[in-house]
C-alpha cells in the first residue's frame, strides 16, 4: 500500500512538472485576481440569504487573516465592499450584475481549461449555445461556492455552539473541539475538490477515483495553507511592494494554491488510471493527442518512410 502511494506520488509529481502545472498556476493566479471579488460579492450574497451579508463577509476575513495577514485580508474586503456597489438606475444596476457574471463564472470556465490540461483532453469547437452553456455551468460552481460559504457558517456555528456546552463540563474538551473542526474542514474540502474533478473538467470519471483525489488534495492544501502562512509570515515578501504588498501578498497565496490544487488534480489523474476506472474524454471533447494537426502527422509518415529508404 505504502508503495503504491509512492509510485503514484512520484508519477503525479512528474507530471506536475511536464504539463507546466506552475505556469497554469500564475495564470490562474493573474485571472483570479481580478475576479475574485466578483466571485466572492455573489458568494456572500448567497450565504447571506441566512447569516447576512455582514457575517458572511466577516468569515472570509477571518479564515483568511490567518493564512495572508490581516491587511491582506482587508484589501480583499475593501475589493468585495467596491465590486458589489452599484451605480444609480437600472441600467448601471443591471451592467453591474452582467460583469459579476461573465467575471465570476469566467474563472471557472478558464480552471476548466487548466483541468482539461492535467487530464489530457480538450474540448472540441462550438457555437455560441455551447458557450452559454458553459458560462451557465460555470456560474453554477459559483453559486457552490456560495453554497459552501454557508456550509462554513453553519458548521462553525455548530462547533461554536457545541463549544461552550463541553467545555463548560469539561474544560479540556478545547482540543476535542478543534480536531473536530480540522476533521469536518478536512470533510468539506474533500466535497469540494471531489465535485470539481468530477463535473468541472470535460471527463468521465468514476467517483471513488475523484474522492480519493479529493481526499488527497484537501490534505495537500492544508499543509500548503500552513507552509504558505508560515512563509508570508516569516518572509514579508509584500514589504517590496509598498502600496501594493497587500495587494502582492494575496497574488503570491493564490498561485501557491494553485500549484498544490494542480498536484492534487494530478494524483487524481494518475491514481485514477493507474488504479481506478481511467480517465475517458466526455461527449463534447478528445484526446489531447488526437488533437494533432494532419499535416503534422502526415509529415511524421514521411519522415519516417525516408529514414527507411
Known sequence: MASEILTTSKAAIKEWSDDKAS?????????TVFALAPLLVIAV??????????????????????????????????????????????????????????????????LRDSLNMIFDVEREGGGWQQMVKERLIAFAFVLGVGALLLAVLAANAVLGAIDQVVTGLAPGAYVLIRV?????TLGLMTVVFAVLFKYLPTIEVAWRDVFVGGAVTA?????????????????????????????AVLLIWIYYSYMVFFMGAEFTQVYANRHGRN???????????????????????????????
Open 279 to 309: 480517465i475517458r474524454p466526455a461527449k463534447g471533447a478528445v484526446p489531447i493527442d488526437a488533437t494533432e494537426p494532419p499535416q503534422e502527422a502526415g509529415l511524421q509518415e514521411r519522415e519516417v518512410g525516408g529514414d527507411r529508404s
Open 180 to 184: 473536530a473542526n480540522y476533521l469536518v
Open 45 to 110: 450574497a448567497v450565504a447571506g440569504f441566512v447569516y447576512g451579508e455582514a457575517a458572511a463577509q466577516n468569515q472570509i476575513v477571518d479564515q483568511l487573516s490567518g493564512v495572508v495577514g490581516p491587511g491582506a485580508a482587508e484589501t480583499l474586503q475593501d475589493m468585495i465592499a467596491s465590486a458589489g456597489e452599484q451605480g444609480g438606475g437600472i441600467l448601471a444596476t443591471i451592467i453591474g450584475v452582467a460583469t459579476l457574471f461573465f467575471a465570476a463564472s469566467g474563472l471557472f470556465v478558464s
Open 219 to 247: 490534505v495537500l492544501f492544508t499543509l500548503g495553507q500552513i507552509g504558505i502562512s508560515l512563509y508570508l509570515g516569516y518572509s514579508s515578501p509584500g514589504s517590496v511592494f509598498g502600496a501594493a504588498g497587500s495587494l
Open 23 to 31: 505556469r497554469w498556476a500564475a495564470a490562474m493566479a493573474y485571472y
